[in-house]
């Protein structure tokens, strides 16, 4: 018997929340996780990443959700950050499902079987789709993203556990913070469907999770504060953090990121990266 089968998967970053939008909003980011998969006959995780090499690595336990992966050789590369806030777990579970569901031909609801993994699907949905998307539980509202809108990803070294972040959430909101988000979070989304730059930056703030989380990363609550300084149109914290991501203006984009690299000299990585409009793709060798 010919052993074959060979899927390639390449599926972008993604940033949750952005800004007022907790749980609901989030884009796909224009870094990538790739994978290929190679029926060998022997079952092998073959990386340079810093991630588990046996079953307990994401990609094949998303894999084996939908079949056995004896046999199987997991190729995986990722210029995604591990430290927190970009969706790499949700591109590793989003890249084994789709390999194999491509492989043998089910045709599940991918969306549905990734957020269950995740735990919500904002990450896995951005992914899947690209662009901007609205989870309205797991039914999703595409947007794409406005020409000439970019961002900067802030990478702290020192990384915070998602779950440490959502313990740092109160039970109850006042309301004059949930009527701030819904505020907020209507000026940012008629800002990016109408490419309106001064929406865009009104329509970032939020109430109700990054101020709880502040604590958890005080350099990053910082920048995302002092954006407009930089020249950005405005920050947010990248999901759970403690990545930032600063939202810029094609033209400002060097500029703001020379200036960011300068003021985290030393405790941060600073990288560019435009929302990805094309989600997660399949190509078979």
Do not use: K
Not at 143 to 150: A, C, K, N, V, Y
């Amino acid at each position: 018997m010919t052993l074959a089968r060979r899927r390639v998967v390449r599926v972008p970053a993604s940033s949750a929340n952005l800004g007022p939008g907790f749980d609901v909003l989030a884009a796909a980011l224009s870094i990538h996780l790739e994978l290929e998969v190679r029926e060998t006959g022997t079952f092998a995780v073959q990386t340079d990443l810093d991630i588990p090499r046996d079953r307990s690595n994401l990609v094949v336990e998303a894999f084996e959700r939908l079949h056995p992966a004896d046999g199987f050789e997991f190729r995986i590369s990722s210029s995604i950050p591990l430290s927190g806030g970009l969706g790499a777990s949700a591109a590793a579970i989003v890249a084994g499902l789709l390999a194999a569901d491509h492989l043998f031909e089910l045709d599940v609801d991918v969306l549905s079987l990734a957020s269950e993994l995740e735990g919500h699907p904002d990450n896995a949905a951005a992914a899947l789709e690209g662009g901007i998307v609205i989870c309205e539980g797991l039914r999703v509202h595409r947007l794409e993203p406005p020409m000439g809108l970019e961002a900067a990803v802030v990478v702290p070294a020192e990384a915070v556990r998602t779950e440490t972040a959502r313990a740092a959430l109160p039970a109850t909101v006042p309301l004059a913070d949930a009527v701030f988000n819904i505020a907020h979070a209507s000026t940012l989304m008629l800002g990016l469907a109408t490419a309106d730059w001064d929406l865009i930056a009104a329509g970032l703030h939020d109430r109700l999770h990054q101020p709880h989380r502040a604590h958890l990363y005080p350099r990053s609550a910082e920048l995302v504060e002092r954006a407009t300084a930089f020249g950005a149109l405005g920050a947010t914290i990248s999901g759970a953090g403690p990545t930032v991501l600063v939202w810029c203006r094609y033209e400002q984009t060097g500029a703001v990121i020379e200036a960011l690299s300068r003021e985290t000299e030393g405790w941060a990585t600073v990288m560019r990266a435009s929302i990805e409009p094309q989600g997660a793709d399949v190509r078979e060798l």
